[in-house]
């Protein structure tokens, strides 16, 4: 309270003597900054161990914190027949193991104040951990037990059955989810990213079917683990060394998905939501795997158009228009296949002129050069904020997941500020055209049908499904 | 797959009883002559700097009839002021690489940005040019109401139970400051004219009003003399701040609100309203809220979604707040026909048990572990520690306490938990929003 009155006191006694305006700062100008900072990316250690897994460690020993993933290669594009299964099983490798029932293993991970978390993306099945560093020992002994030796309890099953339903019911009333899943189904038909999991699926799936997952794609010479903070990568390689021993490297053989089958036409694509006062809008059509040598250059070219805050998508659509509180785009690359992909919620009444700004800004984009000054903003923004994506040790092991996943050169990172900086105008115009098409799109959106249809009808042939997928018939 | 399981089992409690985990948050602080107050957390791990600029200020200083005008202010903060023009602000960010965003809570609306070391005075002419004096034109202002309404559809109206947080505060909070939502009405957002913008920024936005904190790659001495340039000759304010009291009447009797929503199942939510922020007994409480819901072994996650599977989420959290804080219990049905009654009497029957039995040792053991990882966790980004110590200095005049509380938390005894349960979470003192699925949806 001293303290309170001491500052108030101050502030009063000062307001009868405001400077004069002579002394007030020149604000006028901007400040110069000061030198650039030598940053540099962390260093990492890469080995494998002698059972074939390979393990990336970022040392970090600022804070008493480690965080270990163990990934799987393969994911969700494995799931064949049954959509949701790599996820199903991920779920249920915390649910029960040959010395912990699901019970004891959330009350010990809990008990230490730490999370573990296991779930299965499009290209791989992550389990994570994040700990105290001096719990470090016990947590990771539950790790290898999640990992290794699940038991898929039919009764757990028969729960994460239930559980998995119940979210997907949730799911269905959510817009991002319908908008964002039909999206991904339409643009990946026939390939396994189209393969949405739904209640038929979900349902069908067996404690048999996990198992065989597990024993077919948790292999540790299809798997690596990345670890950061506060341990030593020697420390930690013995310890999963010994943890993880009689976990035996066999051949794996994933198979190669087939290409993603270009956009041939701009359609429209609706998924009716009667009572929705907003349309949750995508606008996509193919794009490249995250691998795929412009994929940097890309992401560069997409910043500019939608991928901060500055971008020609937000400029237009919500501070220029106030048509939504926010719009993004991206290139989404994935090992097999990708998407650039544009994302909105627009009110009911705008969602056609939305659509025409966001198709404005691609053709503006394919038809013109970026203008200097805007390759110059972009260029600073990436070096700028480099030092901002390597402050915590966590953030770094994102980065060597990314490379470790897709095959990334060692030093993608270290590179990426130099890289963009010596990107030309011209070079990004021919990405543009190669890889930008507003002649052919995939209009998504999930929002009410009756009132937005009709003018969406002006985009092309208009197709409509309820939130369970079922044709709706106007 | 079939492998020994090679690693010794360790028995837990032993190894978490182990000394408690020291959590490091060194600063400096200090008032320039206008009352702004700065406060310095040096780290130089990384050539970055976070820079907070808290105002005390939210919705509760509304007037009836202008509700979400703070966050709409939030907005306009950033079109345009003295120096800068329109759209400047997010450009010259941009430009540096910058991170930078804004929140509005019932109790302060806080800017921040996340830059380069090298660029530290950009954010700061940035900052104090908008303290100074903020220009913004009758289209902004337009353009930002059309904003908000997107930003209230989208979090709020186009969402299942997405009126929860208005339709809590009606019940709660029947007279008082809290009574409307943060994100405001959307005839009130259209109301907001360019003279209440006016008399907004003038009473609130002075910096005997607001504080400055760093974390990162600065030293205190850089901070001063930075803090002196840019923010120095802003001028104090006079103009004295009527702050909102607690108007609510004690409660003495169980409230419920019944809404029939377009929602895939029924929910239950319950609230209970506890002291404000920093009192001894909202820690005890929160504690309490770990052991009832805070993840997969906590009691009512444990009993209504893995044991019953009457539930696809349940839990408990507290919500602080300067005048007053909140216990959540809340419940959302795994299917349509787990209904209210069954929702209610399964969170009633854990709230009756913690009422009569208390906790375990071992189970307050266990939320006082949890409390002292979420601290370390919170030290790991600048932007982190900058907010943690802001937030103390603005609503305790103590940025030490953003480190300290976790001895709060370490005072707590079962003994204590088991009053605060009776005290707080009585019957009669239950708030109840109750969600019903609309019959053809």
């Given at each position: 309270m001293r303290a309170f009155l001491a500052a108030t006191l101050a502030g009063v006694l000062l307001a009868t003597s405001i400077p004069a305006k002579s002394q007030m700062l020149d604000r006028t100008r901007p400040p110069a900054p000061g030198p650039e900072p030598e940053t540099t990316f962390p260093p990492f250690s890469e080995r494998t161990l002698t059972n074939g897994l390979h393990l990336l460690v970022v040392e970090n020993h600022k804070l008493p914190l480690v965080t270990i993933s163990v990934v799987v290669r393969g994911g969700a594009s494995l799931d064949g027949r049954l959509p949701g299964l790599a996820d199903f099983t991920a779920a249920l490798l915390m649910k029960g193991t040959a010395g912990r029932s699901a019970t004891e293993i959330a009350d010990q991970i809990e008990f230490l104040g730490a999370s573990m978390h296991a779930g299965a993306g499009w290209d791989a099945t992550t389990v994570s951990l994040s700990s105290l560093t001096r719990h470090l020992d016990i947590v990771l002994d539950i790790l290898a037990d999640v990992v290794l030796r699940p038991t898929f309890p039919e009764d757990e099953v028969g729960r994460q059955r239930a559980l998995q339903l119940a979210d997907l019911k949730q799911m269905k009333a959510d817009a991002n989810y319908l908008a964002g899943s039909r999206a991904g189904q339409m643009l990946y038909r026939g390939h396994p990213y189209g393969n949405l999991a739904t209640d038929v699926s979900i349902s069908a799936i067996t404690r048999e079917d996990c198992l065989k997952y597990h024993d077919t794609w948790f292999v540790p010479n299809n798997g690596y683990v990345v670890v950061a903070g506060d341990v030593t990568a020697d420390s930690i390689a013995r310890k999963l060394e010994t943890l993880f021993v009689g976990w035996n490297p066999h051949p794996v053989a994933l198979p190669k998905p087939p290409g993603v089958i270009p956009v041939d036409a701009t359609r429209v694509f609706l998924v009716d939501r009667p009572q929705a006062v907003q349309s949750s809008l995508r606008v996509i059509h193919e794009g490249v795997a995250r691998n795929n040598a412009d994929f940097l250059a890309l992401d560069a070219l997409n910043t500019m158009l939608g991928g901060y805050f500055n971008s020609r998508l937000n400029a237009s659509l919500r501070e220029k228009h106030g048509f939504t509180y926010g719009i993004t785009s991206r290139f989404d690359g994935r090992a097999a296949g990708g998407s650039f992909v544009v994302a909105c919620d627009v009110r009911n009444a705008v969602t056609d002129s939305a659509v025409k700004a966001i198709i404005v800004e691609l053709q503006r984009i394919v038809n013109e050069p970026v203008p200097d000054s805007e390759l110059t903003m972009m260029k600073n923004y990436v070096a700028g904020k480099f030092p901002l994506t390597i402050e915590t040790p966590q953030q770094v092991a994102s980065q060597l997941h990314s490379i470790e996943l897709y095959g990334l050169p060692a030093d993608y990172y270290a590179t990426l500020g130099t890289t963009v900086r010596a990107l030309t105008a011209a070079q990004l115009h021919e990405l543009a055209k190669k890889y930008i098409h507003p002649d052919r799109l995939m209009i998504v959106a999930a929002g009410n049908t009756a009132e937005i249809r009709e003018r969406m009808a002006a985009f092309g042939t208009v197709d409509i499904v309820d939130a369970d997928g079922k044709p709706v018939v106007h | 797959m079939n492998i020994p399981h090679m690693a010794a089992i360790i028995a837990t409690a032993s190894i978490a009883s182990a000394a408690p985990q020291e959590v490091h948050l060194p600063f400096t602080q200090f008032d320039l002559p206008n009352g702004l107050h700065v406060i310095v957390n040096e780290d130089n791990a990384v050539p970055i700097v976070a820079v907070d600029v808290r105002y005390h200020v939210g919705s509760k200083n509304e007037e009836a009839g202008r509700t979400g005008f703070a966050h709409l202010f939030e907005h306009l903060m950033f079109e345009g002021s003295k120096n800068i023009p329109q759209g400047g602000f997010d450009e010259i960010m941009t430009g540096i690489g910058a991170q930078n965003n804004a929140y509005t809570t019932p109790d302060e609306t806080a800017y921040h940005e996340l830059i380069p070391s090298n660029q530290v005075e950009t954010a700061l002419w940035l900052e104090s040019d908008r303290m100074l004096q903020f220009a913004v034109t009758r289209h902004a202002l337009d353009t930002q109401k059309d904003v908000v309404k997107e930003e209230k559809r989208e979090t709020d109206d186009n969402r299942p139970y997405g009126d929860l947080e208005e339709e809590m505060r009606k019940l709660v909070y029947p007279e008082g400051c809290y009574h409307w939502p943060v994100i405001g009405s959307m005839t009130d957002i259209d109301a907001a004219t360019m003279k209440d913008v006016r008399r907004f920024f003038e009473t609130y936005y002075v910096p005997n009003n607001a504080t400055l904190s760093f974390a990162g790659d600065i030293t205190a001495e850089r901070a001063r003399i930075l803090a002196e340039k840019y923010f120095g000759d802003i001028p104090s304010s006079t103009t004295p701040i009527t702050r909102p009291a607690y108007a609510d009447p004690p409660q003495t009797a169980a409230r419920t609100v019944s809404l029939e929503r377009e929602v895939p199942t029924p929910a239950v939510y319950m609230v209970f309203t506890l002291p404000?922020?920093?009192?001894?007994d909202v820690y005890a409480v929160d504690l309490l809220a770990s052991i009832l819901g805070s993840g997969e072994s906590s009691r009512i996650h444990h009993q209504l979604v893995y044991e019953q599977q009457i539930s696809s989420d349940a839990g408990a959290y507290v919500e602080s707040g300067e005048l007053g804080s909140l216990l959540n219990v809340y419940a959302i049905g795994?299917?349509?026909?787990?209904?209210i009654p069954q929702l209610t009497a399964a969170l009633e029957r854990e709230l009756e048990r913690v009422r009569t039995e208390g906790v375990t040792a071992r189970e307050l053991e266990k939320a006082k572990n949890q409390k002292e990882s979420a601290l370390v966790y919170g030290m790991m980004s600048a932007a982190g520690r900058a907010e943690a110590l802001s937030h103390s200095w603005l609503f305790h005049r103590d940025p030490a306490l953003a480190t300290s509380q976790i001895e709060k938390y370490r005072a707590a005894t079962i003994d204590d938990v088991r009053r605060v349960a009776r005290l707080y979470c009585a019957p009669e003192r239950r708030n109840a929003v109750n969600y019903t699925v609309k019959k053809g949806s």
């Open positions: - | 404000p922020e920093g009192n001894d795994a299917d349509v026909h787990h209904d």
